[in-house]
């Protein structure tokens, strides 16, 4: 496009696309997803259809004069979330400073982030919508005092701000389809997105009119971007050496191991009622918890997963002292890997989402 002004996403749909869709065609359209484009946003709500209007015959005249009466606006919901709020330049640096505080607060940012998902996601019934909303509003004003982790005032300022001006705000063009009322399908432009990926990408391919030949040179010019790509990717895992060269020393392991070996066995030692230990030499002891007569309790298993969290978080910070952008810029994708909200996350973090979750997301 030549722009990204409204007058050109106007233009697209009210000369555009019935020129290229005559006849009944947009009438029948009754869902017409956006990002979180403003121009976009104003330009298709001059072309949806107002159900909420009072009905009379202006009503029904602004109805039916628009190009696609029944359809009904739609927010996509990764741009309401990640662009217009976690990507968000406004919000990033709060939202990263929090994180970066402990582990309990990195859970408690993300349980808020996970709320915001399964509101879009998950919740059918206005019934479950208030409730959800009520649990967050107490979250949010809450004492500190009793919270899992203590959040900066300016950070639950500005998810407040948030919410009051663009996540509640258009709440029902996030929530509600055409379908009887109020659903919550998974409602994003990700399909479009992808097939315009695949667009760009194809654009320099071969095409029906060209020769064998040129669709030949065509296919091994994808193929050489591809492995240049990738090759640019290898180089960089190849050369790139984390932390400084101290660390990298083989004393440097062996000091931090028996760190933690002292630790753990002087901590084991004070519970030693809990525990058999079997010494096999001098130098060698096996230690095996008393399951059961002494099972851990809900809170002990917390406060492991909050120590093996914990100490992933610290050895993370630890390393990225003196590392170049670029390593950087890895091991925070790492560190987001593990020590995140998404699919691949370490387990003993996973436990600690879960937990904090459970007092503010709830599942029907």
Not at 18 to 26: C, F, I, M, T, V
Not at 158 to 171: A, H, P, V
Not at 260 to 287: A, M, P, R, W
């Amino acid at each position: 496009m030549p722009s990204r002004s409204k007058w050109v996403f106007s233009w697209i749909l009210k000369i555009a696309l019935p020129n290229l869709h005559p006849g009944s065609a947009l009438t029948r359209v009754i869902k017409l997803n956006s990002d979180a484009s403003p121009q976009e946003i104003n330009a298709i709500d001059a072309v949806v259809g107002k159900d909420d209007l009072i009905f009379s015959q202006e009503s029904v005249y602004l109805n039916n004069s628009r190009i696609m009466p029944n359809a009904k606006a739609g927010l996509c919901s990764f741009h309401q979330i990640d662009w217009n709020y976690v990507s968000h330049s406004k919000y990033k640096s709060t939202i990263a400073a929090t994180k970066s505080s402990s582990i309990m607060a990195r859970a408690e940012v993300d349980m808020i982030l996970c709320w915001l998902w399964y509101f879009l996601k998950h919740y059918e019934l206005q019934e479950e919508i208030r409730l959800s909303q009520y649990l967050l509003t107490f979250y949010l004003n809450d004492e500190q005092d009793d919270h899992f982790a203590e959040l900066d005032v300016s950070f639950r300022n500005s998810f407040k701000g948030y919410l009051t001006n663009s996540f509640f705000e258009n709440e029902k063009k996030l929530v509600e389809a055409f379908f009887g009322g109020m659903t919550m399908d998974f409602v994003t432009t990700g399909i479009n997105e992808s097939w315009h990926r695949a667009f760009k990408y194809s654009v320099n391919g071969p095409r029906p009119r060209h020769d064998v030949a040129e669709a030949a040179d065509r296919i091994i010019c994808l193929e050489e971007k591809k492995d240049s790509r990738k090759s640019v990717k290898t180089a960089f895992d190849l050369t790139s050496t984390f932390a400084k060269s101290k660390h990298r020393s083989e004393q440097f392991y062996i000091a931090e191991l028996t760190n933690y070996c002292n630790t753990k066995l002087f901590k084991e030692h004070g519970e030693l009622t809990k525990h058999f230990i079997y010494q096999q030499s001098d130098t060698t002891f096996y230690v095996k918890r008393d399951y059961l007569c002494h099972d851990p309790t809900p809170q002990e298993d917390l406060n492991l997963s909050t120590a093996v969290g914990q100490r992933l978080f610290d050895t993370v910070e630890k390393i990225n002292i003196g590392l170049t952008s670029l390593e950087q810029g890895a091991l925070m994708k790492i560190k987001a890997k593990l020590l995140g909200d998404k699919k691949g996350n370490l387990p003993q973090y996973r436990a600690i989402l879960y937990h904090v979750m459970k007092w503010t997301i709830p599942q029907f």
